[in-house]
C-alpha cells in the first residue's frame, strides 16, 4: 500500500501563495506518477497537476503559469507551490499516486478569500 499525507492547506488572501506537500509511505519514484486534484463543493473532482516518474508534468489549462508542481525524491515528497491564487481555487486538494492501483491521501482545505 501507498500512503499519502498532504499538508500545507490554509486560509490565503487572494493573489497570495501556498505549498501543498505530500508525503508518500513509499519510494516516489516507484510510483509511475503523482500529482494533485481538487473538488470544490458541487463539483466533481478535477486533476490539477501531475507529475510522471520521467519528469513530465501537465496542469489544467487554468493554473498555468500560478502553480508548479514538484519533488523531492530524497523526501518522498511532492509539493505544489500555488501562486496568485484565486477565490474560484478553493477547494479541498487531494494528493494522488499511480502505481498498480490507485492512492489517496485525506485531502487539505485551501480557502482563498476575495
Known amino acids: 500500500q501507498v500512503q499519502l499525507v498532504e499538508s500545507g492547506g490554509g486560509l490565503v488572501q487572494s493573489g497570495g501563495s501556498l505549498r501543498l506537500s505530500c508525503a508518500a509511505s513509499?519510494?516516489?519514484?516507484?510510483?509511475?506518477?503523482m500529482g494533485w486534484y481538487r473538488q470544490a463543493p458541487g463539483k466533481e473532482r478535477e486533476l490539477v497537476a501531475i507529475?510522471?516518474?520521467?519528469?513530465?508534468?501537465n496542469y489544467v489549462d487554468s493554473v498555468k503559469g500560478r502553480f508548479t508542481i514538484s519533488r523531492d525524491n530524497t523526501k518522498n515528497t511532492v509539493y505544489l507551490q500555488m501562486n496568485s491564487l484565486k477565490p474560484e481555487y478553493t477547494a479541498v486538494y487531494y494528493c494522488?499516486?499511480?502505481?498498480?492501483?490507485?492512492?489517496w491521501g485525506q485531502g487539505t482545505q485551501v480557502t482563498v478569500s476575495s
Open positions: 513509499v519510494s516516489i519514484s516507484s510510483l509511475n506518477a
Open positions: 507529475t510522471h516518474s520521467g519528469g513530465l508534468t
Open positions: 494522488n499516486a499511480k502505481r498498480f492501483f490507485t492512492y
